[in-house]
């Protein structure tokens, strides 16, 4: 079970266009929705955390007319890369969490990741 | 400024071995601490995780030592294998977001 699930696994794309990604959970519902990306050999670093329903919180330094969130559902979240440059390039992975399994830590469960090359 | 500091950046260890991976915090909100495995071009997984309330949690061969005085927390990977060859990072949980260290690259040479 906690299945996340990520599509595309690797994109290509030319500099000034648009890329979505998509982050579903499997087989559970997901409150809440992150989405981080790495450059090579670093570490994850958070982007956003989405609500299923509300506006997306973005981290510092994080451009939100960039990086298009939306978690349209429980088991669905995007994130569009707008007007993408070569800096862009990076492995972007989301995770999913739930308030189901109660506790005081809801454990996030990760995407395989997505490649995206800006050309 | 980085809130959870990792080291080492790179590990080499022979199989059988253990492998010993540091981190250390500043943030006393921090309440719980996860360590991840993440194979190249894979999404990290949760490997084993701790309270600040606890001083040690075994799981198999992995073993988490915590030292909530001087902030700090390792990771012990008894027995290392060729398997166990991937990147680990240790992270700190605060307000439900993960704050992730730099990463360890273990290397379990056969």
């Known amino acids: 079970g906690a299945v996340v699930s990520q599509h595309p696994s690797w994109v290509i794309c030319k500099s000034g266009t648009s890329v979505k990604i998509e982050c579903r959970s499997l087989d559970f519902q997901a409150t809440t929705m992150f989405w981080y990306r790495q450059f090579p050999k670093q570490s994850l670093m958070l982007m956003a955390t989405?609500?299923?329903?509300?506006?997306?919180?973005?981290e510092q330094g994080v451009e939100k007319d960039k990086f298009l969130i939306n978690h349209a559902s429980l088991t669905l979240s995007t994130l569009t890369v707008t007007s993408a440059h070569p800096e862009d390039s990076s492995f972007y992975i989301c995770?999913?969490?739930?308030?189901?399994?109660?506790?005081?830590?809801?454990?996030?469960?990760f995407g395989p990741g997505t490649r995206l090359t800006v050309l | 400024q980085q809130q959870v500091k990792q080291s080492p950046q790179s590990l080499i260890v022979q199989k059988g071995g253990i492998s010993i991976i540091n981190c250390a915090y500043e943030?006393?909100?921090?309440?719980?601490f996860p360590w991840y495995q993440q194979f190249p071009g894979k999404g990290p997984a949760l490997l084993i995780a701790?309270?600040?309330?606890?001083s040690e949690k075994k799981e198999g061969r992995f073993t988490i030592s915590f030292n909530k005085s001087a902030k700090q927390f390792s990771l012990h990977i008894m027995d290392s294998q060729p398997g166990d060859s991937a990147t680990y990072f240790c992270a700190a949980i605060q307000g439900g977001k993960l704050i992730f260290g730099q990463g360890t690259e273990l290397s379990v040479k056969p």
């Open positions: 989405s609500n299923e329903g509300s506006k997306a919180t973005y």
């Open positions: 995770s999913a969490t739930t308030t189901q399994g109660g506790g005081t830590y809801n454990e996030q469960f």
């Open positions: 701790i309270r600040p309330d606890v």
């Open positions: 943030n006393t909100a921090f309440d719980y």
